[in-house]
């Protein structure tokens, strides 16, 4: 081999071995625990995952997650083992040493009774001396799990506590707001119809990323994390890993809310606004919003209820459903079958 080949072949190892190092340097250290349906080491049972790394991915950031239990995620953070959690609820004792983003997704444990045994629920010590079905492991909140008033029944799924819940052996289950939605959208009628799921929520937390203070460009990452996570709203990514059809927000900040197309369309033929279909993103309950019709001495013209279909926006229903049955006839993604994508959240009947 000539000198200026062996040369040519020396400084292109060189230079390939430095881009590895400078890559794998570049990779942001994801941790999080066990808390499917959230964060988990399985696939399809990390939303919060899903949503975090396809936020960085599309803000041109490479991570690694690693599941750890929650103490060792904490002191991995503290020991600078780790970049940022995937996945946490803000309190002032970790913002002494974590940045966070703002709330990407919102814990709300919703309150799910029978129909024919309703009552008006306000606050938490309503159900004193109730027997409320939960899922055994699941992390609902010091308020519920340390909350002696309230006679926990144990269920091994969602889909057991519904079956205890219809043969009356329980008063009331409690189910994150993923999951009541999910009901709603995937179970039978037959079922459904036999449920009331209460509009005010039992506990309300918000999720955030955090990123530990220490990290360099941790403000700047923050931003473009943020920033993804408003283009993944209002283009229906987002609501594409949750595997909803109609999700509900305000994706532009503009105080318009919009029914948010990204799921299966397969029975989208009727207005999500007229069933008060979808999921509220961050507690913006479908049957309180209003449209310009509601509000005739509003000054604005502007509706306060619009559609959008693959990023679109369109002011009424006819102009959106025009542009969801094209999208569906030419095989436009995000349009496939997510009917499958909660089994793992309520269970199996």
Do not use: C
């Amino acid at each position: 081999m000539k000198k200026n080949q062996m040369f040519h072949f020396a400084s292109s190892a060189v230079f390939l071995l430095l881009t590895t190092v400078t890559v794998n340097a570049a990779e942001l250290k994801l941790v999080a625990d066990e808390w499917p349906p959230f964060t988990s080491a399985q696939q399809g049972q990390r939303i919060a995952v899903d949503l975090v790394q396809t936020a960085l991915q599309n803000a041109a950031v490479d991570t690694k997650v690693k599941i750890l239990p929650w103490q060792e995620v904490l002191s991995g953070i503290k020991a600078d083992k780790y970049d940022a959690i995937v996945a946490a609820w803000k309190t002032p004792e970790r913002e002494q040493y974590l940045l966070f983003s703002r709330a990407y997704l919102e814990n709300r444990i919703d309150l799910i009774g029978r129909q024919d045994n309703k009552i008006r629920f306000d606050n938490i010590e309503q159900l004193k001396g109730k027997k409320v079905g939960v899922v055994s492991g699941y992390a609902y909140g010091n308020e519920i799990t340390n909350n002696k008033d309230i006679i926990q029944v144990p269920g091994a799924t969602v889909a057991d506590n519904i079956k205890k819940l219809l043969g009356g052996e329980v008063d009331f289950i409690l189910a994150d707001a993923l999951v009541a939605q999910a009901i709603k959208e995937h179970l039978p009628p037959e079922i459904t119809e036999k449920l009331y799921i209460y509009d005010k929520e039992v506990v309300t937390q918000g999720l955030y990323f955090a990123v530990r203070k220490n990290l360099q460009n941790a403000q700047p990452l923050l931003d473009k994390f943020n920033k993804a996570i408003e283009q993944m709203i209002a283009d229906g990514t987002y609501n594409k890993i949750l595997g909803f059809t109609w999700l509900v927000a305000d994706s532009n900040s503009d105080g318009v809310y919009e029914y948010i197309a990204g799921g299966n369309l397969s029975s989208a033929g009727k207005d999500p606004a007229e069933f008060q279909a979808g999921y509220a993103l961050f507690g913006d309950s479908a049957d309180t919003i209003q449209t310009e019709e509601n509000l005739p001495d509003m000054p604005s013209k502007k509706p306060l209820l619009k559609y959008r279909v693959l990023n679109q926006e369109y002011n009424s229903w006819d102009d959106a459903k025009q542009a969801i049955d094209q999208a569906r006839e030419e095989g436009v993604s995000p349009y496939e079958d997510t009917s499958g994508t909660f089994d793992f959240l309520i269970g199996k009947f």
